[in-house]
């Protein structure tokens, strides 16, 4: 290893600890009680990883038939979660380690295609779509530490005819296969590069069985979990967000959204400056015939239409860049991968979710940047990718800050909640860190499996949030004293939206902006206190 690609390595490791400083205390967020449930259960019994009751969606059910990812993740998360004791900072930066991996995989995977991979493999990390996601504590982080490196692997020993690279790849992606079975996506581009550089078929063959064998032995031996991975297709979970416009307009504007150096790096590209231009007033026009109110669901505000737009547009815009340029091996690998994730996005899983859209943003970002290296001078690019990563940690680190103010609510609530009504008893709805942290603090959930509201009685004291998921309304006839908790940030972009805004990064089934333009309320709880009736 030269002196150079040392120093790219450290920075990158150094990129990657600093842009984890900000996050590091963050409450826990979206499905990572979900995760430490099951690593909570490892440690009381390793072979039995789903023997306990869970409510994820409103009432309680065995854990061993939610799982959809399997719990290789959590096995993983399990001695730090001992070591940790829960603690989020510790447990987070326990947890680095892995997130370093999946950067110097980039890093090492990009070097095999870029003269200058550094400061795009940097300008990844940063984008919101994948920092905000990627420090979580679920399935994405171990998908892209093994995935990643497999990748890298493989690609090396396709490269160099070396088998041990090969098996080693095999390993890795299997791995990241028994994380989470969405990163089936891998087996495209792996099958397209080694069928590209004339790999002996039945190598390719005996590699990809490799890859995918475990995964698919894991599925068959669990007819419970192969429930729950059907349940999250879009052919089984059906709701107003399966609507092919709310699809589209989901994939589009999460592509960019979550990379806002998409928006930039385009019209850069391109001898003819007509034909770049033409291009984008055509884009335009097919974003702004996808955005119509004929599309719409619901009603739709007017910033949230133009927003889309633009982010549509954008992403639009990156296609003919594959299209006009010439067959390569880098425009085979990247575009299979590219695809194979769309693909999936769009006719597979039940919504479009930001934490599957980064692993698109990849390999787009990593192909527009060969092309930048090739038709730019040295001086222009060095400017345009500083500006991208000013760009992309601006972004990243305003968007982390609403989101984290979200996720820091859910603690919140509980601690004022556990306090002011002391010896009360406290029952809450809604799930994610709210669900956390209140039965932390003593609360008890509603739960429609063992009667609901009915349980609540006089004196008893129920927490309401309103941006969450699964709430269960009162019901009618109850007699309470009403209090209301708003939870504000001064930036004026909100993740997930209360005001009728369309910001779901988590989930298109919110809406189908990654983000809004919106000063609603993070978030709102209702405090109720049950009189007699």
């Known amino acids: 290893m030269t002196q150079s690609w040392r120093r790219d390595l450290t920075w990158v490791t150094f990129g990657v600890c600093l842009l984890a400083l900000p996050f590091l205390r963050q409450a826990y967020h979206i499905d990572e009680p979900q995760f430490l449930a099951i690593a909570r259960q490892i440690l009381k019994d390793p072979r039995h990883p789903g023997a306990f009751m869970y409510n994820a969606d409103g009432g309680s ?59 795009p493999t940097l300008i990844i990390l940063a984008c919101p779509g994948y920092w905000i996601n990627m420090q979580h504590l679920m399935a994405e982080k171990w998908i892209g530490a093994f995935g990643f490196f497999g990748l890298y692997a493989f690609v090396r020993g396709v490269d160099e005819k070396k088998a041990l690279w090969l098996w080693a790849a095999a390993a890795l992606m299997a791995a990241a296969l028994m994380v989470k079975y969405t990163a089936v996506f891998f087996l495209a581009p792996i099958t397209v590069y080694g ?24 599925l068959l031996a669990q007819p419970a979990s192969q429930k729950a991975v059907l349940s999250l297709t879009a052919s089984r979970m059906v709701g107003h967000w399966s609507a092919w416009s709310q699809r589209w307009r989901a994939l589009l504007t999460f592509v960019s959204g979550g990379a806002p150096v998409l928006l930039l790096w385009p019209f850069w590209l391109g ?27 619901s009603a739709v505000r007017g910033v949230d239409r133009m927003t889309g737009i633009v982010l549509a547009a954008g992403t639009l815009l990156v296609l003919p860049t594959f299209v006009a340029s010439r067959p390569g091996r880098d425009r085979l690998f990247w575009s299979s991968w590219a695809l194979a994730v769309g693909g999936l996005q769009i006719c597979v899983y039940w919504s479009v979710v930001s934490r599957y859209v980064l692993f698109l943003d ?35 680190l305003i968007l982390g800050w609403v989101d984290g103010s979200y996720a820091g609510a859910q603690r919140h609530i509980a601690r004022y909640v556990s306090q002011e009504y002391r010896g009360r ?48 309304k009162p019901r009618r006839g109850l007699r309470f004293k009403l209090r209301t908790l708003r939870i504000d940030n001064p930036v004026p ?41």
């Open 61 to 119: 059910a065995p854990m061993s038939q939610g799982f959809a990812t399997g719990p290789f993740a959590s096995y993983l998360m399990a001695l730090p979660l001992k070591w940790s004791g829960g603690v989020e900072w510790r447990m987070r930066l326990s947890c680095l380690p892995f997130d370093v991996m999946a950067a110097l995989a980039l890093y090492l995977l990009a070097g095999r295609f870029l003269s200058r991979p550094l400061l």
């Open 425 to 472: 008893h406290v029952w809450f709805t809604g799930h994610w860190g709210l669900q956390y942290y209140m039965e932390a603090a003593g609360a008890e959930e509603i739960d429609l499996s063992r009667g609901g509201w009915d349980l609540v009685r006089p004196g008893d004291v129920v927490v309401i949030p309103s941006v969450n998921y699964a709430i269960i």
């Open 271 to 297: 001898r003819s400056k007509r034909r770049l231009w033409a291009a984008a007033g055509l884009c335009t026009a097919l974003a702004t015939v996808l955005f119509l109110p004929h599309f719409d669901l």
């Open 195 to 218: 069928w590209s550089r004339r790999t002996p078929p039945m190598r390719l063959t005996l590699l990809i069985l490799a890859v995918a064998t475990p995964a698919a032995l894991c």
């Open 493 to 533: 972009l909100r993740l997930i939206c209360t005001d009728g805004a369309e910001g779901a990064f988590y989930t298109s089934a919110l809406g189908f902006l990654p983000y809004s333009l919106s000063a609603g309320p993070l978030d709102e709880f209702t405090i109720l206190e049950v009189l007699p009736g």
């Open 362 to 396: 990849i390999p787009l970002i990593f192909y527009l940047a060969r092309r930048l290296e090739v038709e730019l001078p040295q001086p222009a690019l060095r400017r345009l990718h500083a500006v991208s990563l000013a760009l992309a940690v601006y972004a990243t």
